[in-house]
C-alpha cells in the first residue's frame, strides 16, 4: 500500500506577538515595509488518523518535538531521531521554558507512547549509517537545523548542518526505502533569486552563518533527488499556540510574517498523505482577517 493511503490529516490552526526589537523573529514580522500583521481568531478542523512508519529528524527540536507529538497522537508508530537518545528521552518526556535572545520558548511534556528513540546525527553519522536508522520508515520528516551560538562558528555550523549534513539525510532516505520527505526551511531560503537580498528578514536572518543560502542547497538537492517531497517554509517562529490565520503561499513569495511552531507541525503532517503536497514548495504565515482555513485545504491553493 503506498504511503499516501498510510498517512491522513491534522488540524489548521494560527497566533502572533508585537516584537521589542529588530532580531530574527522581528524582521520575518514587519518585513520590508515596517508593517505588522494583524491577527484574528483561529479555525480548527479536525480529521482522522491513520498508522505509519513517520521518521523525524531533530525531534528535540522546538518544532521537531511537536510534530513527534502529533503523529503519536495519531496512532502511527513515530521513530524520534536525536543525538543522544538517553538525554533526549527526559528532554522530551519534561516540559521546558527556553529563553533565546527577546524569545521566551515553552513546550510541554511529549507522552512517549509508541515513540521509539533513535540515534540520528547529521554531521558525525555516514549516511550507511543513516540510512540504518531510517529503515522501515515509511516517511521522513527533517526538523533538522544548525542552533546559532559561537559568532566565529556559526558559517562552519550552518554549512554543516543545513547544508552538508541535509544532502546526507536525504541520500540516506534514499538508500533506506523512504518514499516521502517532508523538510522544514525557511521563507526566503530562495531570496537571492527574486531581489530580496535587502529586505529585513534576508539580511537579518542570513547574518547568522548565512544559513538560507545554506539551506537552498539542500532545499535543490532534495528537489532533485526523485524521492516525493514537501518543502515547508514558515515566517518567523514563535512558541506560543496560534491565533491567528493560516496563510499559505508559492514559493519565493513571502518576505516576511510570523507563524506558530504548532502551526508549522500541523502542514508537516498534513503533507505526509495530501496528493495535493507531492512535490510542493508552500511558504506559510499567520495572515490577517477572520478564521483560518482548515489544513486539509491549504495545499489545494498553491
Not at 552563518?209 to 518543502?231: C, F, M, P, Q
Not at 506559510?284 to 491553493?301: D, K, L, R, T, V
Request: with cysteine; proline share 5%; glycine share 10%.
Amino acid at each position: 500500500m503506498k504511503l499516501l493511503a498510510l498517512l491522513s490529516t491534522t488540524a489548521a490552526l494560527s497566533t502572533q506577538s508585537t516584537p521589542a526589537k529588530l532580531d530574527r523573529r522581528a524582521a520575518f514580522k514587519w518585513g520590508a515595509a515596517g508593517v505588522a500583521i494583524s491577527l484574528a481568531p483561529p479555525a480548527i478542523a479536525a480529521a482522522p488518523a491513520a498508522p505509519a512508519t513517520v521518521f523525524v529528524a531533530g525531534a528535540t527540536g522546538q518544532t521537531g518535538r511537536r510534530i513527534v507529538e502529533r503523529l503519536a497522537g495519531k496512532g502511527g508508530a513515530v521513530v524520534a531521531g536525536v543525538r543522544d537518545p538517553v538525554k533526549a528521552q527526559k528532554t522530551l518526556e519534561e516540559s521546558s521554558t527556553v529563553v533565546r535572545g527577546a524569545m521566551v520558548q515553552k513546550v510541554d511534556a511529549v507522552d512517549m507512547k509508541g515513540i521509539r528513540l533513535a540515534k540520528l546525527d547529521v554531521v558525525a553519522m555516514s549516511v550507511d549509517d543513516m540510512a540504518s536508522a531510517l529503515k522501515g520508515s515509511d516517511a521522513l520528516i527533517i526538523a533538522t537545523g544548525f542552533v546559532p551560538g559561537n559568532p566565529l562558528k556559526m558559517d562552519a555550523q550552518a554549512h554543516a548542518v543545513d547544508n552538508l549534513g541535509t544532502i546526507a539525510l536525504v541520500d540516506a532516505a534514499k538508500k533506506a526505502g523512504v518514499k516521502k520527505v517532508v523538510m522544514v526551511s525557511s521563507i526566503l531560503t530562495n531570496g537571492r533569486a527574486w531581489g530580496q537580498e535587502k529586505s529585513p528578514g534576508f539580511q537579518v536572518t542570513n547574518a547568522f552563518g548565512h544559513v538560507l543560502d545554506e539551506k537552498i542547497v539542500a532545499e535543490n538537492y532534495l528537489r532533485a533527488s526523485g524521492l516525493d517531497y514537501t518543502i515547508v517554509r514558515p515566517g518567523g517562529l514563535k512558541a506560543k499556540p496560534p491565533t491567528g490565520p493560516l496563510k499559505v503561499s508559492k514559493e519565493d513569495t513571502l518576505n516576511a510574517g510570523e507563524v506558530s511552531r504548532d502551526l508549522v507541525a500541523d502542514v508537516c503532517v498534513q503533507a505526509l498523505g495530501d496528493a495535493k503536497a507531492s512535490k510542493k514548495v508552500v511558504e506559510i504565515i499567520e495572515g490577517e482577517g477572520g478564521g483560518a482555513a482548515p489544513i486539509e485545504s491549504a495545499f489545494s491553493s498553491v
